[in-house]
C-alpha cells in the first residue's frame, strides 16, 4: 500500500517519540469541539477577540481559512463531522434526529478507532448535549455530558425549570461554571491515560460559548463593552426569500429577551460582550488541557483537533444565533495538528468541509476509512497549505426545523467567490426559490472581519446571469451525485424510546 508523504512523516515522528518512550507507534487523538464558535479568534483576524491559547494552537497546526459545517445546527452538525456522511444520508435535520434509526450499521470516526485498538472516551457535548442522543458503541467507557454539580448558573436563580437569564458574570474561579470542571476533568483523565500503554481517542466538548453567555466575571473584564457596538444597517437581505431566514427562536426563549429577537442597542451590546468573554473563558480552559497534555508529554504523538460545531450571528443585520445557510453561520474554525507537520502556522485557504475530518484521521492514523464517506482526506493541505481544496462546500437547512419530515430544504453551495442556494420541496426537490451573492460586491456581501453578511440577493441580477447558469449546473450534479433523496421522515430521540420500549414489552 503507497502511504500519503505526510502520514508517513507523521508515522515516522510517532516512531521517535515511541523509540524514546517504549511505547507503541499509534497516533493519540485529542479531538476539541467547541459549541457555537463562529471563527472570533485573534488567530483568524478578529479584533474583539482575546485567544492567546487558540492563537498559540493555531501557530502550532494547520488552520483551514475556508471551512464549512453541513448544517448550521448542533445535531446534525456534529452527527455529520462524526459518521463522515451528510445530513441527508444520516437524515438528522434536527437535534432530536438520530443517525442510526436510518443507518444502524454506521461506524462514527471514534467507532473506528476503537475498532482498531484505541481506547476512545467522550466528556462535554460531542455527539449532543442530551442524553436522548449519546451513542455507546463509539465509546469504551460510558460517555460524560455533565457531572453531579454542575450547573450552567452559578448564581442563585431558584429551580424554575427551562431558560432563565441570557447572560452571567458571578465574581467565581473557571470551575464555577461547567467548562472549567470540564477541563479538570480532561487534564485528570489526560492524565490516567498517560499510565495505559493503549493509544486514546479522547473527545473533549466545551459547552461555551452557546447560550446563555455565563462566564467568570474576570473573563468579561477583559473585554471593553464600547467595542461590542454595531453599525446601523439593514435588518433584512433584499430579495432573500423567506426561508432563508429561521423561525425557531433561541434566544428570545431567554428571560427579558424579546419573543422577536428585535434588541435594543443596549441589549445587544451586552449580548455581543458576554460572548466574547464566554469565548476568553473556553480559550483559557482548552489552554489548560493543552498545557497538561505537554506537561504529560503527550503531544509529541498527538493528533489534536479543533473545531466548532458551526458559526453564530451576533445581531449582525437584526439575525442572532443559527440556522440559516449565511456565511456567518456555516463558516466555522478548524486547526488540526499532526507530529511532524510541514509549515506549522500556515493557513490552508482552500475549500472544506466538516465531512472531510473523519478521512483525515483516519488517513492520519493509517485506519482503514469506510467506503460510503462523504468526505474526503485533508492530508494533502497537511503536507501543503497552498495545495487546492474542493471547489465548493455544500451546507444545507431544512425547514420547518421539527423532528419531523422536512417540507421544503435549502441546499446551499459555497465557492471562493460565492454562494448559490437552492430552496426546493421535500421530498420532489421541486425548486421554489434561489439565492446568489457574490462576496467580491460589498453591496452583495458585506465583510466583516472574518466573515461576511449578506446584504442582496443577486439572482435576478442580470449581469450575475452567467454565474447563475453555472452555479446552478454545479447544484444539479450535487443533488445528483452527492446527495439521496429520502422521502420517509426521521427518528426521534423520543420516537426511538418508545420503540425500544415495545420491544421490550414485546
Known sequence: MKINPITFAV????AAAATLSGAAAKPNVLFIAVDDLRTSLGAYGDPLALTPNLDRLAGESRRFERAYTMQAVCGPARTAILTGRLPDHNRTWHNRNL???????????PQLFKQHGYHTQA???IFSGDERELDPASWSVPEIIRQDGWKNYALPRGDAPGKQAPYEAADVPDDGYDDGKLASLAVDTLGRLKQQTQPFFLAVGFFKPHLPFNAPKKYWDLHDPKKFDLPGEPERVQGAPAPAYHTHRELG???GMPKDERLDAAQTRVLRHGYYACVSYVDAQIGRVLDALRRLELDRNTIVVLWGDHGFAL???????????????????????TPGLAQPGRAASGIVEYVDVYPTLADLAGLPA?????????????????????DFALSQFSRPFNAGPPE?????IRTATQRYTRWVKWPSREAFAEELYDYTQPASAEPRW?????RRNLIDDPATAGARDRLRGMMDQVLRDRSIVTPEGPASGDDAAKTKRKKKRE
Request: charge should be positive; hydrophobic fraction near 40%.
Open 123 to 125: 466528556m462535554g457535548k
Open 370 to 390: 469506510p467506503a460510503y464517506l462523504s468526505g474526503r482526506s485533508l492530508v494533502p493541505l497537511l503536507k501543503d497549505a497552498a495545495g487546492p481544496g474542493r
Open 253 to 255: 426563549g431567554y428571560t
Open 450 to 454: 472574518t466573515a461576511f453578511v449578506e
Open 315 to 337: 445581531g449582525d443585520a437584526g439575525r442572532w444565533c443559527k440556522g440559516t445557510n449565511w456565511d456567518l453561520d456555516t463558516r466555522v474554525p478548524l486547526m488540526i495538528r
Open 99 to 109: 443517525f442510526r434509526a436510518a443507518n444502524p450499521d454506521t461506524v462514527t470516526l
Open 11 to 14: 508515522l515516522a515522528a510517532l
Open 408 to 412: 421544503t430544504m435549502g441546499y446551499s
